[in-house]
């Protein structure tokens, strides 16, 4: 890696108007403004077939994890379901089973920042998801993470935090990945 690290959002969901897809840009434009170049990855639009052994990787599923192969830290950001992660969201890190033979295999090496946004006040639970998942693949968290409650009122339609403390901490979550993709490079 260069002095500049390469950072890949994966997030959003299959709504419209995705609050973690509009969370994710903004750490993105954070891990930017840290000196990162970025890369988002939208789940709902890679058009990934569900994950399953044997199952033909689609242009999609390549594009997910040469992405992540090649990325030097990464931001994740996935909405509430019930208790855990989206379903699509999942899906997506199950095909990252694709980086097991790799030379560097799964996410070794690999910083990774959490954000996770719920129509209530438990974003917290995704996030711990999250952070399990990434700990499975040998990936390691930032200790800062982004839990942003009642995400319907969140952000403007354009996606701008309606909340400047929100915008401040989704820009240092962001910084924070970009910073410690640069220290793992040391």
Do not use: C
């Not at 954070?30 to 689609?58: I, Q, S």
């Not at 070794?108 to 399990?132: C, D, R, Y």
């Amino acid at each position: 890696m260069s002095t500049t690290p390469h950072i890949v959002g994966l997030g959003g969901s299959l709504g419209e108007r995705s609050a973690s897809r509009h969370a994710l840009a903004v750490a993105l434009a954070g891990a930017e403004e840290a000196g990162a170049t970025t890369e988002l990855l939208d789940v709902g639009r890679l058009e990934l077939p569900f994950y399953g052994p044997g199952v033909r990787p689609t242009p999609g599923v390549a594009r997910l994890v040469d992405a992540t192969a090649a990325a030097d830290g990464l931001i994740w950001s996935s909405p509430l379901y019930h208790g855990t992660v989206s379903g699509v969201f999942k899906n997506a890190l199950d095909w990252l089973q694709l980086l097991a033979e790799r030379d560097v295999p799964y996410l070794s090496t690999k910083p990774v920042g959490l954000i996770a946004t719920a129509g209530g006040a438990q974003a917290l639970q995704a996030i711990n998801t999250m952070e399990f998942v990434v700990r499975a693949l040998r990936g390691w968290t930032v200790p800062f993470v982004v839990p942003v409650p009642r995400a319907w009122a969140a952000f403007d339609d354009d996606g701008t935090p309606r909340d400047p403390a929100l915008a401040a901490q989704l820009a240092k979550l962001g910084a924070e990945v970009s910073g410690a993709a640069l220290r793992f490079a040391a």
